[in-house]
C-alpha cells in the first residue's frame, strides 16, 4: 500500500464545535426563596442523545436537569444542553459507538458542569458542582440492557 491510501483510510476524529444548545432557569418561588436559610435537596438528572449531521459530522448533547427543592418548594430548576459537533470517519459501526457514547461525552461534561455552576451562581445561589460521570460505565450498563431486552424478545 502507499503512504497516501494507508493515510486515507486513517480514523479521523475532530472537534468542529463545542456550544451551549439549550439553558434554561427557573426560581419559581423568588424572592422569598432567597430568605430560606435551610439546605436544599439536589436531583441531578442527566441524559445523552447522538444525531448524524451529515456523513462523518455527527452532534452529541448532554442534557443536564439540576432541581433543588426545600420540601416541596422548588428552590431552582436549571436545565442545560451542551452539545459537541464532531466529525469521524473511517471508523467501524463498533468503534463508533463507544466513540459517541463515551469519549464525546467525556469532552463535552466539564463545559456542560461549569455552564451549570456558573448559571447556579448568577442566579444567586451556590456553585453547583456535578460529580464526574463514568460515561464507559453508562454506556456499558446500556449495552447490557440492550443485550437483555434481545433475549427476552426471541
Avoid: W
Wanted: with cysteine; charged share 20%; hydrophobic share 45%.
Amino acid at each position: 500500500m502507499t503512504e497516501a491510501v494507508q493515510e486515507a483510510n486513517q480514523p479521523v476524529f475532530n472537534i468542529e464545535k463545542i456550544y451551549v444548545k439549550d439553558i434554561s432557569l427557573e426560581i419559581p418561588h423568588a424572592p422569598q426563596i432567597f430568605l430560606e436559610r435551610e439546605n436544599p435537596q439536589i436531583d441531578v438528572q442527566l441524559s445523552t442523545q447522538t444525531a448524524t449531521i451529515e456523513a462523518d459530522v455527527y452532534e452529541v448533547v448532554i442534557t443536564n436537569t439540576v432541581t433543588a427543592k426545600i420540601g416541596e418548594k422548588v428552590m431552582f430548576l436549571i436545565e442545560a444542553k451542551q452539545a459537541g459537533i464532531f466529525r469521524l470517519s473511517n471508523l467501524s459501526k463498533e468503534d463508533m459507538e463507544p466513540v459517541l457514547a463515551v469519549m464525546c461525552p467525556n469532552i463535552l461534561f466539564p463545559y456542560l458542569r461549569e455552564l451549570v455552576s456558573t448559571t447556579a451562581v448568577r442566579a444567586g445561589f451556590a456553585p453547583v458542582l456535578l460529580n464526574p460521570v463514568n460515561f464507559d460505565m453508562l454506556y456499558q450498563q446500556h449495552k447490557q440492557e440492550q443485550a437483555q431486552v434481545a433475549a427476552t424478545t426471541h
